[in-house]
Nanobody, 116 residues
Framework: QVQLVESGGGLVQPGGSLRFSCAGS????????MGWYRQAPGKQRELVAV???????NYVDSVKGRFIISRDNAKNTVYLQMSSLRPEDTAVYYC??????????WGQGTQVTVSS
């Protein structure tokens, strides 16, 4: 069965850093595009960063230069390194594995709170 297990969320002060990990199992990790999404209270879920199987990366403008997405296919793991965190980065972050609309999986979500 497919699983995406996230780790690394928490409370951090503005300007701080966090690193997420998302370990996948039950599917062929290396052929999937892997992404991180977030959903803040009262807002729609948005794509934060994606790394394709090639791999190419893409980021939402608000995190460019601050977040880095990477993957280790040998470990079936995708990472999100977040730096210079801002209060507006506060959200629940979700890991996503996407191949087609029928092969699209989500992690359970992990909370990030940026506050002093």
């Amino acid at each position: 069965q497919v699983q995406l297990v996230e780790s690394g969320g928490g409370l951090v002060q503005p300007g701080g850093s966090l690193r997420f990990s998302c370990a996948g199992s039950g599917f062929i990790f290396r052929i999937y595009d892997m992404g991180w999404y977030r959903q803040a209270p009262g807002k729609q879920r948005e794509l934060v960063a994606v790394i394709t199987s090639d791999p190419n990366t893409n980021y939402v403008d608000s995190v460019k230069g601050r977040f880095i997405i990477s993957r280790d296919n040998a470990k079936n793991t995708v990472y999100l390194q977040m730096s210079s965190l801002r209060p507006e980065d506060t959200a629940v972050y979700y890991c996503n594995a996407h191949l087609t609309s029928s092969f699209d999986y989500w992690g359970q979500g992990t909370q990030v709170t940026v506050s002093s």
